[in-house]
């Protein structure tokens, strides 16, 4: 048995190859696996479960299926998609999990983040991030019209693509001070996220002891998983 690790797909309608290589990787990587997580960015944009896009149906069905043959699914929010709620979870045959979810990972404790809450050099989206997040502004986006919302999902899009392209490096990535605080925090030896698009592996010394950690890359050129079981835990990259 084994589990896997995904992150970052920004699976959206202009994007129908990366949509048939997830369908793919379901059907074949997937299945059988013990578990399977998502943590975050899975949407390129979400504006809330009573979203009739006809994609969202679909991929719903198809993480049914695989939920249905056994696989349990676990779903993270991440910067994209941090709407996604149990309507759509139940749809899917998934759960819902908080940032911040420790699991034990074949006798490893496992930190799960999506990784954007490790960028605090990036003080403009730390800013942005803690007032979407907030319980209020979520109410309020989601009682506007679908179309409203549409339009709110568009905007944001091209607003985080303009200014990242302005950004240094070195300040999207995450903080190795953050990383160490956070597994401190949690008591883990491993940490296993995405956001960044930067997939590696790092060691690093936590409470004086080895540590890891996995970053996932985004599906692009190339798709991602961490696949984990008790003998190793691997990152691997195929083409798409």
């Known amino acids: ?13 202009t994007r129908p190859q990366i949509t048939r290589a997830f369908f793919h990787f379901l059907h074949t990587q997937a299945l ?44 993270m929010h991440g910067n994209r998609d941090f709407l996604l709620g149990e ?51 979520q109410q309020q986006i989601l009682a506007q019209p679908l179309a409203a919302r549409r339009a709110l999902a568009a905007q944001l899009r091209e607003k985080s693509q303009a200014m990242n392209s302005l950004k240094a490096e070195d300040i999207m990535d995450v903080s190795q001070a953050d990383v160490i605080r956070v597994m401190q925090n949690a008591e883990v030896t491993r940490l296993i996220h995405g956001h960044t698009h930067r997939p590696a592996r790092h060691t690093l010394e936590v409470n004086l002891k080895s540590a890891e ?8 050129d190339l798709g991602w998983v961490i696949v984990a079981d008790r003998d190793k835990t691997e990152l691997i990259s195929w083409s798409l």
Not at 34 to 63: R, S, V
Not at 111 to 131: S, V
């Open 213 to 220: 950690r996995i970053v996932l890359g985004d599906w692009h």
């Open 87 to 137: 309507k759509f979870a139940a749809q899917a045959g998934a759960q819902l999990i908080a940032e911040g979810t420790v699991i034990d990972l074949y006798g490893c404790p496992t930190l799960l983040l999506h990784g954007d809450n490790l960028c605090t050099d990036d003080k403009d989206y730390i800013a942005f991030r803690q007032q979407v997040r907030s319980p209020q502004w």
């Open 32 to 75: 059988g696996a013990e578990q399977l997580y998502i943590l975050g960015d899975f949407f390129d944009a979400w504006i809330g479960d009573d979203d009739d896009n006809a994609l969202n149906a679909e991929i719903a069905t198809e993480l049914k299926k695989l939920s249905s043959a056994g696989t349990q699914i676990f779903l």
């Open 1 to 13: 048995m084994s589990t896997l690790f995904i992150s970052d797909l920004h699976l959206h309608e």
